[in-house]
């Protein structure tokens, strides 16, 4: 319910018991766009690419509200983040905070998942800011393009950097 809820279509067969490992195919617009609910108190907001668009004077000639439901309770997505920051403080992606990591020293509060598919095939971030959620996916659609081993073919060795190096060009960035 709580899948269905954070609008990822499941096919029965999907439905099993270790789904809770993520072992269907998802996009990353589905993950980024469920993970989006833990830091909005539990909400759920349809993503998009375009908000509002103005002409010269600033008329808004379009203006896009999303539709928000609640998937979950706050101290449901609080804990699930709590967790996911323990993530990024200690676990898989610890390198994040690490300065001496070209893609590290990102010291800002960040929650996150590293994911690995089988035989090395995809390799995942998923990271949660107060103010953005982003996920990084690298891997090719066909699964036989993979890395040889766990060295370089987990997520927090190819997604995870990635994640960090366009984390250090936004935070020098002070006008964003």
Same mark, same amino acid.
């Given at each position: 319910?709580?899948?269905?809820d954070?609008?990822?279509e499941l096919?029965e067969?999907?439905?099993?018991p270790?789904m809770?490992?993520?072992?269907m195919d998802?996009?990353?617009l589905q993950?980024t766009a469920?993970?989006?609910?833990?830091?909005?108190k539990?909400?759920y907001?349809?993503?998009t690419?375009?908000?509002r668009?103005?002409?010269?004077h600033?008329?808004v000639l379009?203006?896009?509200?999303p539709?928000?439901?609640?998937v979950?309770?706050e101290?449901l997505?609080?804990? /699930?983040? *709590?967790?996911?920051r323990r &993530?990024?403080? =200690?676990?898989t992606?610890?390198?994040l $905070?690490?300065?001496?990591?070209?893609?590290?020293?990102?010291m800002?509060?960040?929650?996150?998942k590293t994911g690995?598919?089988q035989?090395?095939?995809?390799?995942w971030f998923?990271?949660? /800011?107060? *103010?953005?959620?982003t996920? &990084?996916w690298? =891997?090719?659609?066909?699964?036989?393009? $993979?890395?040889?081993?766990?060295?370089w073919g987990?997520g927090?060795r190819?997604?995870?950097?990635?994640?960090g190096?366009?984390m250090?060009k936004?935070?020098?960035d002070k006008?964003i």
């Amino acid at each position: 319910k709580l899948m269905r809820d954070l609008r990822i279509e499941l096919r029965e067969e999907d439905i099993v018991p270790a789904m809770c490992l993520g072992v269907m195919d998802l996009s990353l617009l589905q993950l980024t766009a469920a993970q989006g609910a833990f830091v909005n108190k539990g909400i759920y907001s349809d993503p998009t690419a375009l908000m509002r668009i103005e002409d010269r004077h600033g008329n808004v000639l379009y203006e896009y509200f999303p539709e928000q439901i609640e998937v979950m309770s706050e101290d449901l997505a609080y804990a /699930t983040l *709590d967790i996911m920051r323990r &993530v990024v403080l =200690g676990g898989t992606g610890g390198s994040l $905070r690490q300065s001496w990591r070209d893609w590290g020293g990102i010291m800002h509060p960040t929650a996150g998942k590293t994911g690995t598919t089988q035989n090395n095939s995809d390799g995942w971030f998923m990271a949660i /800011t107060p *103010d953005l959620v982003t996920g &990084v996916w690298v =891997g090719a659609e066909d699964m036989a393009v $993979r890395f040889r081993s766990m060295e370089w073919g987990q997520g927090a060795r190819m997604a995870l950097p990635i994640y960090g190096y366009m984390m250090q060009k936004v935070y020098a960035d002070k006008s964003i």
